[in-house]
């Protein structure tokens, strides 16, 4: 069974979350223990008035069956198209994972896993592709260019 989306466009991470909280047809309290949350939290973040931490975002994209990097950019306010589960969708994921017929936790530990080595080696890419000016200055710290540049002289 193929799992069907809505496009939802340039909508801030709150506003997502309840709409795709109503379509489920879910009260705050039953969306929350989707992603082991809580109604009071998950309130606040439908209003606005709290930005989700990585964490809650990680565990909402995993309960929902939507691609973790789309949610962290939605809650970074920056527009892009986020698919709404369906019911359908949310309910064949949890079979799956009751069933063992997927591993979708091992995926999700493989996909975190990729993320920490990625950020520990952060700097590094960053030294390997940056442009060759900014490698000039990330060698030569700002207290040090006054003195290189004397030598210069």
């Known amino acids: 069974m193929k799992a069907k989306y809505t496009e939802v466009i340039a909508m801030n991470f709150g506003e997502w979350v309840k709409t795709c909280r109503e379509s489920l047809g879910k009260s ?61 969708m949310v309910e064949l994921r949890r079979r799956q994972i009751e069933d063992g017929v997927a591993d979708l936790q091992e995926h999700d530990r493989q996909v975190m896993d990729a993320g920490r080595w990625l950020m520990g080696h952060a700097n590094e890419l960053m030294q390997l592709f940056a442009p060759p000016a900014l490698r000039i200055a990330a060698k030569h710290p700002p207290e040090s260019r006054g003195t290189r540049l004397e030598d210069l002289k």
């Open 28 to 88: 705050q309290v039953d969306f929350a223990r989707l992603y082991n949350g809580d109604a009071g939290g998950l309130g606040r973040i439908e209003r606005g008035e709290h930005k989700p931490q990585a964490s809650t975002i990680w565990a909402m994209a995993a309960a929902l069956c939507v691609p973790f990097h789309l949610l962290r950019q939605l809650a970074e306010r920056r527009a892009v198209h986020v698919p709404i589960p369906t019911a359908d």
